[in-house]
């Protein structure tokens, strides 16, 4: 993970959101750019009519990926996201049947880490580990059985089906009301947020610290927990990890930079 390196998360784009789209062109060129998950309010990948519904976010990323390399985590409302962009190291043609007109990305600089994937371990600058993840691990039995179904292959290959043969009419129905859900930020919700983090570095202590350092011969002396997904925008340290809860864009429209250790909570947050 480079230093300096742009991270966005939670952003739920949703059609018409210009401040959002201009954030993004706002990312200077050659940034590592981190996409943390729930970057659209809702994308499956795999469904034409979602694809055409992100449009305008859709070919921003596809821009950025000449001069920016992108590391996309997939979240609980954007999955599936390899039928967009498929892995290679040419530049391709994003899905131009679903477009209104082609646009090309470069397919080498866009990486997907779907759910079954997280978290991802980087080496930072200084040599640490970055354990990075959308944030919604190890959550309860429940919700963890519910998202790794969300993405199943079964399941994806009936939505493609219906989708298909609705004409798109049963997403967009779906699409409407996942839109008129509330987005809230987590003080909205409790306020707790010290107990709640602290929580979040026991559960990654559990099942990714702990087994990494058990054998002593791990190389790392520090981590870096980087998560999204629960819109607080504040950080935390115990002992040797750095526990950051990104902010969600949806409400800061902007990009969150990690370059070094603090605890300051504002939109550009320094870690």
Known sequence: ?????????????????????????????????????????????????????????????????????????????????????????????????????????KPGNIRIYEYQMQPIILNNWKGDACILAHGDLWINPLYNTYRK??????????FRMLDKLSCGIIYRNVAYRVSQRMIGEFSFYRSDFREFMLERIMQYQKHIILPLTRDKKSIYNNFCIIEGHFHIGKSIEQDNIQYVALPSSYFTKTYTLITKVGNDNGQRKKC
């Open 149 to 158: 179904i969300l993405s199943s292959n079964i399941l994806i290959g009936i």
């Open 1 to 105: 993970m480079q230093e300096d390196a742009v991270f966005i998360a939670d952003s739920h784009f949703k059609q018409g959101d210009i401040k959002l789209i201009e954030s993004f062109l706002e990312i200077p060129k050659g940034k590592q750019i981190f996409l943390m998950g729930d970057i659209f309010h809702l994308l499956v990948g795999a469904l034409q009519s979602s694809q055409a519904q992100n449009e305008e976010l859709i070919r921003v990323i596809c821009e950025l990926s000449f001069n920016n390399e992108i590391i996309f985590i997939e979240g609980n409302h954007d999955f599936k996201l390899k039928y967009i962009w498929e892995q290679g190291t040419k530049t391709k043609l994003c899905f131009t049947k679903n477009l209104a007109h082609n646009v090309e990305y």
